[in-house]
C-alpha cells in the first residue's frame, strides 16, 4: 500500500514508521521539518515538508494522490500559550487533511484522536467507544480534540472508510527529551528527576496509559483489515498516584488538584513552567477506558503494562533520550538557554 502519514517525526508518528517499515509498504512522511536521515530501518520513508496551518489544498492534494491511506497524526502541544496556532494546527489542520483526502479519493482516512476527546466521566467504571466526545471545557487541548471529531462526522460520507484512535496517553523512551521541552522547565537538567523529594499529587490519580509501539501495532492491523469506526486504546489497569511516586522513588504526599491548580496556572501564567492547567483538569476529569473492541476486531494486546511504559519514559527523561526527529531532538540546558535567547521563551516561540 501507498500511505501517506502526517505528523511523521514525532512520538507517535515516529513508532507508526518504524512498524509499518517492517511490512511492503510504500511510505511518504509529512512533517513541517523533515529529517536528514532515516527514521526507521528496512523499509525508508519519502518525505514532504507541509505545515499544515498554511499548506494550501493543492499542496495536499498533490501529496495525497494515489495513496490507499492517510495516517493523520500532526497534533502541536507547544507553544503553549499561543491557542491560535495551537487549534489551525490540530483543528485546522485535520480540516484540510480530510478535505484533501476527499478530493484525492483516498480509500481509508485514519485519525489520532485521542482520549481527550472524550466528555466528562460519571464514575469510575471504564467506557466504550460510544461514549460522548464532546471533551473537557477547560482544557484546550480537550477541545480541539473534539472539534477533529466533528469534523470526522462530517467526513462520514465524502470518505469511503473513516478510522478514529483513542489512545491514552502514549509514551516511549525516545519521546524523553520531548517531554522535558513540554514539561520541565528549559533551566532544570535531566538528572533532576532522580533528586525529587517529595511527589506532592492527588492520590485519586488514574491515567490511562499506552506505548507509542503498541498504538503503531494497532495502526498496522487497521490499515490491513480497513477497520472503519472507533477504537480506544489503552492497557489495563491505569497508571495511578502511587504508581508514579514508586517509579519516582519519591514519597507520595496528597495534595488535593483543587489545591495544585492555582500554582500551576500562576506558574504557566508566569512562564516559569509551559504546562496549562488543561491538562490537569483532564486528568481527573476523563473517563477511564475500555479497548475491547481493539482486542476483539483487531486482535490488538498491549505489550507493556501501564508501571513499565512510565517506567521507561521516566528513564528517557532522566537522560535526556531522544529520537532522529526535529521533535524528538536532544534536550540540554544549554540548548534550552541558547533557543531562549535566540528565539524567545518557548511559550511564544515563532516557528521557522
Do not use: C
Not at 231 to 241: C, E, S
Not at 254 to 273: C, I
Not at 306 to 313: K, L, N, S
Amino acid at each position: 500500500m501507498r500511505i501517506v502519514v502526517t505528523g511523521a517525526t514525532g512520538n507517535i508518528g515516529t513508532a507508526v514508521l518504524r512498524r509499518l517499515a517492517r511490512e511492503d509498504h510504500e511510505l511518504v512522511g509529512v512533517a513541517r521539518r523533515v529529517p536528514a536521515g532515516p527514521v526507521a530501518e528496512g523499509q525508508p520513508a519519502t518525505w514532504r515538508s507541509l505545515d499544515l496551518t498554511r499548506a494550501t489544498a493543492e499542496e495536499l492534494v498533490r501529496v495525497l494522490a494515489g495513496a490507499d491511506a492517510v495516517v493523520h497524526l500532526a497534533w502541536g502541544f507547544q507553544p503553549s500559550h499561543d491557542l491560535r496556532y495551537l487549534r489551525e494546527l490540530g483543528v485546522g489542520g485535520t480540516r484540510r487533511v480530510v478535505a484533501a483526502a476527499a478530493a484525492a479519493r483516498v480509500p481509508h482516512l485514519v485519525h489520532m484522536s485521542s482520549i481527550g476527546a472524550y466528555s466528562p466521566r460519571r464514575d469510575d467504571t471504564p467506557v466504550d467507544e460510544t461514549w460522548p466526545t464532546d471533551g473537557v471545557p477547560t482544557s484546550r487541548y480537550s477541545r480541539h480534540k473534539a472539534a477533529a471529531e466533528r469534523i470526522l462526522d462530517g467526513a462520514e460520507g465524502a470518505l469511503p472508510t473513516v478510522t478514529r484512535l483513542r489512545p491514552g496517553i502514549v509514551g516511549q523512551r525516545a519521546a524523553g527529551s520531548a517531554l522535558l521541552r513540554y514539561g520541565v522547565p528549559g533551566l532544570v537538567p535531566a538528572r533532576a528527576l532522580a533528586w525529587l523529594p517529595v511527589l506532592p499529587l492527588d492520590r485519586r490519580l488514574a491515567i490511562p496509559v499506552v506505548h507509542a509501539d503498541d498504538v503503531a501495532d494497532a495502526v498496522a492491523r487497521v490499515l490491513d483489515r480497513r477497520a472503519a469506526g472507533a477504537f480506544n486504546l489503552a492497557v489495563d489497569p491505569p497508571l495511578t498516584a502511587p504508581d508514579i511516586a514508586r517509579v519516582l522513588g519519591a514519597p507520595l504526599v496528597h495534595v488535593p488538584s483543587a489545591v495544585l491548580r492555582p500554582a500551576m496556572s500562576a506558574a504557566w501564567h508566569l512562564r516559569l513552567q509551559q504546562v496549562d492547567t488543561g491538562w490537569l483538569d483532564m486528568a481527573f476529569a476523563l473517563p477511564l477506558i475500555d479497548s475491547t473492541r481493539a482486542r476483539t476486531e483487531l486482535g490488538w494486546s498491549p505489550t507493556k503494562d501501564a508501571v513499565a511504559v512510565f517506567r521507561e519514559v521516566v528513564d528517557g527523561m532522566r537522560t535526556a533520550a531522544s529520537g532522529p526527529t526535529a521533535v524528538l531532538r536532544p534536550r540540554t540546558v544549554a540548548g534550552a538557554t541558547r533557543d531562549a535567547l535566540l528565539h524567545g521563551h518557548v511559550g511564544r516561540r515563532s516557528r521557522p
